[in-house]
């Protein structure tokens, strides 16, 4: 029987899509160089990826939640962009499958990368397969879609032990979450919202949930939670 935050979402995502694929929204934002650049790099992920404020205190919480395992968890990184952030926690990890929707960025990273022992994928998280794992990441990707697309992820979520998700939220702890925006380079945070998905419309209702690191940062919290799914 089906759960009933599981009907909900898919009653979301037939009542709408969004009209360009996402290989050809972020292969757009990347060529455009919509999250800044940095000199001699052909992708740059944005601060978020590289700013040492949230950079330094995401790895150093989410390698002792990786060091909390038995043995190093199978991971998944659903949206792993230039990688900048994920080739720090590599070696906390079992097999290590890094995906991404724009095709030229995982080429490059497979290049880049090569010596990390990582398996780059293109996969397009909202309409495609996820690959297995123990434990998957979503660091500030779903902030970049739209509802229903996020609705199409949160349905695949259960395929995995734990999944780390982190956010960029409005600094007031209350807020309208959710409100819901065309898949993009901007995020919710200027509208006074962000994307929590156990509220409505996703209702994601995790075994157990626990923050693992929260950075005051550009008007706004970057919040790591990290969810107990099977």
Avoid at 24 to 37: A, K, L, M, P, Q
Avoid at 81 to 87: E, H, I, L, T, W
Avoid at 95 to 119: K, M
Avoid at 135 to 140: G, S
Wanted: proline letters at 6%; glycine letters at 10%.
């Amino acid at each position: 029987m089906l759960l009933p935050f599981t009907m909900r979402l898919r009653r979301l995502v037939s009542t709408r899509t969004d009209d360009l694929n996402p290989g050809d929204v972020f292969g757009h934002v990347y060529r455009r160089n919509r999250w800044g650049r940095q000199h001699g790099e052909r992708f740059f992920s944005g601060p978020g990826s590289h700013d040492p404020e949230i950079v330094d205190p995401y790895v150093k919480a989410v390698g002792a939640f990786l060091d909390g395992f038995s043995t190093p968890p199978d991971v998944v990184d659903l949206g792993c962009g230039d990688f900048n952030v994920g080739r720090r926690i590599r070696d906390r990890c079992g097999a290590y499958i890094a995906c991404d929707v724009v095709d030229a960025l995982i080429r490059h990273n497979t290049r880049r990368f090569a010596s990390l022992n990582v398996e780059f994928r293109c996969v397009n998280i909202v309409d495609e397969h996820l690959p297995p794992g123990d434990v998957a990441f979503l660091r500030q990707v779903l902030q970049h879609l739209g509802n229903a697309q996020i609705a199409k992820i949160v349905l695949k979520l259960s395929g995995y032990r734990h999944v780390v998700v982190t956010e960029h939220l409005p600094d007031a702890e209350a807020f309208t979450p959710n409100l819901d925006r065309e898949a993009g380079s901007g995020i919710r945070v200027a509208r006074g919202s962000g994307v929590v998905l156990t509220a409505p419309p996703f209702n994601l209702s995790p075994k157990g949930q626990r923050e693992l690191c929260k950075v005051r940062k550009y008007g706004g919290r970057v919040v790591t939670n990290a969810y107990e799914i099977g």
